[in-house]
Structure formats: structure tokens, C-alpha cells
């Protein structure tokens, strides 16, 4: 199970190195239009395995308290939105077509802050892999290796086209491909560092494993409506936003049931 867990943590990041790994061979930076629609694509995702592989799995490890078996789901989103509140005040980033930082105030280049900004919505993807893992490594029975796998895959998947978003721009600001790329794949390295954290301490977080599970799907809605939304709608023709981030949520929530 170890070497499922290993794999599962490790998904999530190839996905990342692979999207960023686009900057090898495509010559130029990706579209506004693109952008938009692979923005769209990743919320999507990221709503889908909210519901499907976080809250809803722990409502049911809850459901021993009856009708109040809402409370940790609820107590733990809360608690998931205002931790990526605080980090989204503290930590400078710079989000996509915003001509303003966010954060403290910071000296750092454009092209570090859009790194962070990657970077702080990363955090709840890898939290959401670890919490999964550690659930289904404790004998959980609402978490299934195949609903972790989904979940590590659907991740994946979105974390594709951000390597993309990231690498392209770095390399058309200056930086070589090698560089541009690792700076791309680096972004999400927090993940799997964040993600085997958690399944470490997995015995010690299973009394409060609904919490973190609905904590890991508050801080994604966070993200998505904080950051993705606003840069799916930017611009024009933000119909292929809305229609990317409805086949994002289509997929993700197809692997959860097909897989889980």
C-alpha cells in the first residue's frame, strides 16, 4: 500500500513537470484565449473533486452523529477558506492579467510572483492527495484506492496546463527552456512535499480526518473563486472558460465514480 501511496503523492507533481515540460517544444507563449480556457479546465477539477473526493467522504465518516454528521464537513471547509485567506494576505504573488500584487509588499521580479501564485494554490492540492492517502492508508472504508487514484490523476490533469501557463511566459520573459521549465516544475513541488507530510502522521490524524478533508476542499474553493474564476472570465469570449471548466468538472467527477 506504501508504493500506492508513493505513486498516488507523485501523480499529481508529473503532471506539473510535464505541462511545464511543454515549453521544450512549443515556440510560443500560449494565447489569452488558451490560457482562459485551460484555467477554466483546472477549476473545474478542482470543484468536482471538492465535493466528490473531500466533503462528501467526510460526511460520510461523520455519519455516527445522525443529522448534525454536517458539522466537522462544515467546521473544516471554514476553516480550509480562511487559512488560504491568510496565506493569499501574507504570501506577495502576482495572479494572471492582474497589473497589481498581492500580499506583503515585495521587491521580487513579475515572473517570482506569478511562481507564487502557482505555488499558494497548490497548497490545498497537495493537502487534499495527503489527507486522501492518509485516510485511505488508516483503513478508512469511504476512501477507496480508487477514489485516491482519482483524485491524484484529476489533479494531475489540471496541473498540466498550469506547468504550461507558468513555463511559457518565464520563457518568453528571457529565461532559458531549461530554466523556464524547472522554475514551471518546481511550482509544484509543494504538493508531494505537503502530501507526504500528511500521510506520515496518517494514525495520528484519524480522529479528526473528517475535518481535514472538508479543510483540504475549502481551501480548493478558496482558490477557484478567488483566483480562477476571476481569470477564466477576463477578456472575451469567457463562454469557453465556462464550457472548459464544466468539462473539467465533468471528468473529474466521472473518474471519482468510475474509479472510486
Do not use: C
Not at 97 to 112: I, P
Not at 123 to 151: D, W
Amino acid at each position: 500500500m506504501w508504493i500506492k501511496t508513493f505513486i498516488g503523492i507523485a501523480i499529481p507533481f508529473a503532471g506539473t513537470a510535464l505541462g511545464s515540460a511543454s515549453v521544450f517544444f512549443m515556440k510560443k507563449e500560449l494565447g489569452p484565449a488558451v490560457q482562459r480556457a485551460l484555467t477554466g479546465f483546472a477549476g473545474g477539477v478542482m470543484v468536482a473533486a471538492s465535493v466528490w473526493s473531500l466533503i462528501i467522504p467526510a460526511i460520510e465518516q461523520s455519519a455516527d452523529m445522525g443529522r448534525w454528521s454536517f458539522v466537522p464537513a462544515a467546521v473544516g471547509f471554514w476553516l480550509g477558506v480562511l487559512f488560504l485567506l491568510l496565506l493569499d494576505r501574507v504570501i506577495p504573488h502576482l495572479h494572471m492579467y492582474a497589473d497589481k500584487a498581492e500580499g506583503v509588499r515585495s521587491r521580487a521580479a513579475k515572473t517570482t510572483m506569478m511562481v507564487l501564485a502557482v505555488t499558494l494554490h497548490n497548497i490545498p492540492e497537495g493537502m487534499a492527495v495527503g489527507v486522501v492517502f492518509a485516510g485511505l492508508l488508516s483503513g478508512s472504508s469511504e476512501i477507496t484506492a480508487g477514489g485516491a487514484l482519482a483524485l491524484s490523476v484529476g489533479i494531475a490533469i489540471q496541473n498540466f496546463p498550469e506547468g504550461a501557463i507558468i513555463s511559457m511566459p518565464l520563457h518568453a520573459e528571457g529565461k532559458t527552456k531549461g530554466r523556464a521549465f524547472l522554475d514551471g516544475a518546481l511550482s509544484g513541488a509543494v504538493e508531494p512535499v505537503g502530501a507526504l507530510l500528511t500521510v506520515l502522521f496518517a494514525g495520528a490524524l484519524v480522529p479528526v480526518m473528517p475535518y481535514l478533508l472538508s479543510f483540504a476542499a475549502g481551501a480548493m474553493i478558496y482558490v477557484v473563486v478567488e483566483e480562477l474564476i476571476p481569470e477564466t472570465a477576463a477578456g472575451e469570449h469567457s463562454n469557453v472558460g465556462v464550457l472548459t471548466f464544466s468539462l473539467g468538472f465533468t471528468l473529474m467527477m466521472a473518474l471519482d465514480v468510475a474509479l472510486g
